[in-house]
């Protein structure tokens, strides 16, 4: 039994975070971090009607499944040293994609179509998969700095559909909370998301060098991501709690 106990792999890794390793504690933070807010999203959900039910799910799920890689990330950094890509990489698209998706159920009431959500996605897609290859697979001379390019092109894609776009005139044309909500997330994607251009030029090598010197891309990822998942997902329940209680008064 004992053996046993000791053998479960959530029992068998505890290394000691060293005080100055930003790494290591932002990891086991930002874990702690996206767990307690996907507990709070998964458990307030049942306090809403079906149209918002499904928008705080996702929201919690986007927290849950980040959660889940941190747990392996935090792991990994622990135990190799090296920044955890692959498992970053992975978190991101799968949760990237679902921020998209809580773009087209916030406008959905204001009639968004599901091609929308399916160019977001195909945008995010393309800016983490280029992404990837400048930061995993093509690491020398100007490939990271080309195929960081190419992915913030994508990124500007989808700044100019939500900013300006389709998406821009149905929360025009829904106002109120949607209006609301989909401007605060509008402002997450523009300087929210810019976070993460600065750690990926800080953790790679290009024209860029020196530029962000002293700062650690996984810190600067790990940031990013607790402003960007766990905000993100509290604007969309701060709309829900606005919209329920528009409605309950009228
Ligand atoms: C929860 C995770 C989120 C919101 C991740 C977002 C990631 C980005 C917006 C990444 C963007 C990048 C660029 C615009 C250029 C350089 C490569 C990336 C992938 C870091």
Not at 61 to 78: G, K, P
Not at 180 to 206: D, E, N, R, S
Request: aromatic share 18%; glycine share 10%.
């Amino acid at each position: 039994m004992k053996s046993l106990l000791f053998s479960l792999p959530l029992m068998a890794d505890v290394t000691k975070i060293a005080n100055d390793d930003y790494v290591g504690f932002t990891f086991f933070v930002g874990c702690m971090a996206m767990m307690a807010a996907s507990a709070f999203f998964f458990l307030s959900m049942n306090n809403f009607d079906r149209k918002w039910k499904t928008s705080i799910l996702v929201s919690g799920l986007i927290t849950f499944i980040a959660a889940v890689h941190y747990w392996y990330m935090r792991d990994y950094w622990s135990g190799v040293g090296e920044s955890p890509t692959f498992f970053r990489y992975v978190d991101w698209t799968l949760t990237v994609p679902l921020m998209c998706v809580e773009f087209y159920l916030i406008l959905k009431v204001a009639g968004a179509k599901k091609s929308l959500m399916w160019k977001l996605i195909l945008a995010s897609v393309i800016m983490l998969v280029t992404g990837y290859f400048g930061e995993a697979v093509y690491t020398t001379g100007s490939g990271p700095a080309l195929w960081g390019f190419v992915s913030g092109l994508a990124y500007f894609y989808i700044v100019y559909e939500i900013w300006f776009g389709n998406a821009k005139k149905l929360a025009e044309s829904a106002g109120g909370s949607i209006l609301q909500a989909h401007k605060t997330l509008c402002w997450f994607v523009l300087v929210g998301w810019a976070i993460y251009p600065i750690g990926y030029m800080a953790g790679t090598t290009g024209w860029y060098d020196g530029l962000f010197e002293g700062l650690n891309m996984d810190v600067i990822y790990n940031i990013g991501d607790a402003i960007n998942k766990i905000g993100f997902g509290l604007v969309v329940y701060g709309a829900a709690v606005a919209a329920q209680s528009s409605t309950s008064d009228s």
